[in-house]
């Protein structure tokens, strides 16, 4: 089970990546999730569609298939001991670890620069959220609370995902009305069809047979079997041709019925040939809790035919603005005087073309165009970085060379305090000021010291998120989004740091770079295999620490009593653990980091003299101070980032 031997084209540059969390798979049936998965690949995004037909095996794992050899088009299907099902509760709460260790191979072989996550079912539950920075779409097409046989977990999650989510997209009015004020980004994007194959289909096939009143689709729970029956009773000289695969019983209920026909499931490039025979189509749908949330599909590609179209009173149809070209019938009287006055329709009445004309406006080109633009059009939150500089000046410009290179860097205002420099920075400082609108400079006559600069930036800080930076970082591709991500996540999350190579606390993991080129490339494989993954920190270092902005400003300003340097950033977590909000450590971050860079410069009889100083300063205000260490779980870390890159 894997990807090797399938040939992966290059990403193109500035388009992600998108993984499609399918609510079918994708040999079964054709249906939303497959024409958005195509349209995105179309568009020349690298498609992976990962079907939630899940094989058991004993390790996980995942196979690939190339869909179409003009696109990057992909089939993936994850492996995992217990393979449970999408449909019958969340999969990650029966083969969590699993789950996600066959999706971080699966990131491992596609190396994602940036990620689109399109969900078509809760049950996936967070796995659509372990690429790191992914951008998570919920494509919300059906009301699960209307499916006789969706378990109570699903519907819990479906409202979490709702909420989650950067973006929810829904495919009808009445799904819209239940997200609205839940979702944090909606838009309305109804279904549609592929016009010529199914425009092709208005010319009827097999001229001089019986009139046919034809229905393709599922004939499962929400199919009106009674309805059915009357029609084939008031039209007896008429074929009443069903066709779909049948899972409520339907043909067993109408066997007495002769006119009635059945041809079971056919492939989606037979529906035209199908839809040919129809004199007249039928949409016979119970009316509930699910149908009224539904946008047909078919009855798209039912337009594109120009046939007469006649459906039970779905509201979505009146919604859609489809009632001037379909009939929708409020009652079973109403439903059959319809389909006579459908089979009665001459072949040149203007309707038909207007019915045409219409469903050639409502094409999965334009849907996934749709799509696209609200994706990229998303606000993303402004994230304020403070960066506290004295002398050092190379490293200074290394760090913010990579701050502003970073290419799936999100909205970005960089607050650079220099604490009195003689080493040139601040004339190298005013002049990127000068030609850079994100950067701002704050000169500081003398050295105010650590605390006391960050407090500074904090001041000026208006981003939705701060991170303070130490000036020895270089950070990596698509770090900030990656960040960002576990706080959308976890409303509880404090405070948050990276991972890095150099570091006094178990943030550090093991590296073997020894040049930028290698950093780069060797940080974009730990963080794949730590997609999704954080763990709990006593301590996050201030060389590279995120918080909202609103936690900043509710515990206060760092403590200046610390002076140069030394346990502010203890002092701080205390502060944030006060508040009852965690600290934690993202392992899909990962930031270089030269470790202590400014302070090798002092006297370390003063450096040390500094540090017993503000030791007892924090332990006169939080007891013992517990030196940093290696917890436990470092070793079983350290271990997988070595096998990572064997």
Not at 168 to 180: F, I, K
Not at 216 to 224: C, K, P, R, S, V
Not at 458 to 463: D, F, N, Y
Not at 549 to 571: A, I, K, Q, S, Y
Request: net charge negative; hydrophobic share 45%; proline share 6%.
């Amino acid at each position: 089970m894997r990807g090797a031997g399938v040939e992966l084209p290059p990403a193109r540059a500035g388009l992600a990546d998108v993984l499609v969390w399918g609510v079918i798979d994708w040999h079964f049936r054709i249906q939303r999730p497959q024409h958005l998965a195509r349209e995105l690949a179309r568009a020349g995004h690298r498609v992976l569609y990962v079907s939630p037909r899940l094989e058991a095996r004993a390790e996980p794992g995942f196979a690939v298939q190339r869909l179409d050899p003009e696109l990057a088009l992909f089939h993936v299907e994850l492996a995992t001991p217990h393979a449970p099902s999408i449909y019958h509760g969340v999969v990650t709460d029966v083969d969590g670890d699993a789950l996600a260790s066959a999706v971080r191979g699966v990131l491992h072989w596609l190396r994602p620069a940036r990620t689109w996550s399109l969900v078509e079912h809760p049950g996936w539950g967070r796995l659509p959220e372990l690429p790191p920075g992914a951008r998570v779409v919920y494509d919300w097409m059906d009301d699960h609370q209307g499916f006789a046989n969706s378990a109570r977990e699903l519907v819990a999650a479906e409202r979490e995902l709702v909420a989650r989510a950067d973006l929810v997209v829904v495919s009808s009015e009445a799904l819209r009305r239940q997200a609205e004020g839940r979702a944090r980004s909606l838009r309305l994007l109804r279904n549609a069809a592929e016009f010529e194959p199914f425009h092709a289909a208005r010319v009827r096939a097999e001229a001089g047979e019986r009139p046919v009143l034809g229905y393709y689709g599922a004939l499962a729970e929400w199919f009106d079997v009674e309805l059915v029956r009357a029609l084939a009773r008031r039209f007896p000289a008429a074929e009443v041709r069903l066709v779909g695969a049948d899972t409520a019983g339907v043909a067993e209920a109408l066997a007495d019925e002769a006119n009635v026909s059945f041809a079971g499931e056919v492939p989606y490039a037979a529906l035209p040939r199908e839809l040919a025979r129809f004199d007249v189509c039928l949409i016979p749908f119970l009316v509930n809790e699910l149908t009224r949330a539904t946008n047909p599909v078919k009855v798209y590609e039912y337009l594109a035919s120009g046939k007469p179209v006649v459906t039970t009173d779905l509201p979505e149809i009146r919604d859609a603005g489809l009632d001037a070209l379909v009939e929708r019938c409020r009652d079973r009287a109403a439903f059959l005087e319809a389909v006579a006055a459908g089979l009665a329709e001459a072949a040149d009445d203007p309707r038909r073309a207007a019915r045409s004309e219409r469903a050639r406006t409502e094409t999965w080109g334009a849907r996934g165009a749709e799509l696209r633009a609200a994706l990229t059009a998303l606000p993303e939150p402004l994230v304020s970085v403070v960066v506290v500089t004295w002398n050092n000046l190379a490293l200074t410009q290394a760090c913010l060379a990579s701050l502003f290179a970073d290419p799936e860097r999100p909205p970005l205002e960089v607050l650079v305090v220099d604490n009195g420099s003689t080493d040139g920075t601040p004339a190298w400082l005013a002049e990127q000021a000068a030609r850079e609108p994100r950067l701002t400079l704050i000169l500081n006559e003398d050295n105010r010291g650590f605390a006391a600069a960050n407090n500074q930036g904090l001041e000026r800080a208006t981003g939705e998120y701060v991170v303070l930076l130490n000036n020895d970082t270089v950070v990596t591709r698509g770090w900030l989004r990656a960040l960002t991500a576990h706080f959308r996540r976890d409303p509880d999350l404090g405070l948050l740091g990276p991972i890095t190579n150099n570091i006094g606390n178990e943030a550090r993991v093991p590296t073997s770079y020894v040049d930028a080129a290698g950093m780069h490339a060797e940080a974009a494989l730990l963080v794949l295999d730590g997609a999704g993954r954080s763990f709990a920190l006593d301590v996050a270092a201030f060389f590279c620490v995120m918080g909202r902005r609103e936690t900043f400003e509710e515990v206060g300003p760092l403590d200046e009593g610390f002076g140069m340097g030394f346990f502010e950033d203890d002092d701080y977590c205390r502060r944030v653990r006060e508040l009852g909000k965690t600290i934690r450590c993202a392992e899909d971050a990962f930031v270089h980091h030269e470790l202590s860079a400014s302070f090798d410069k002092v006297d370390p009889e003063a450096r040390r003299a500094l540090f017993e100083r503000n030791k007892r300063y924090y332990e006169s205000k939080w007891g013992e101070w517990i030196p940093h260490a290696y917890r436990p779980a470092q070793a079983a870390r350290e271990e997988r980032a070595v096998a990572a890159h064997r």
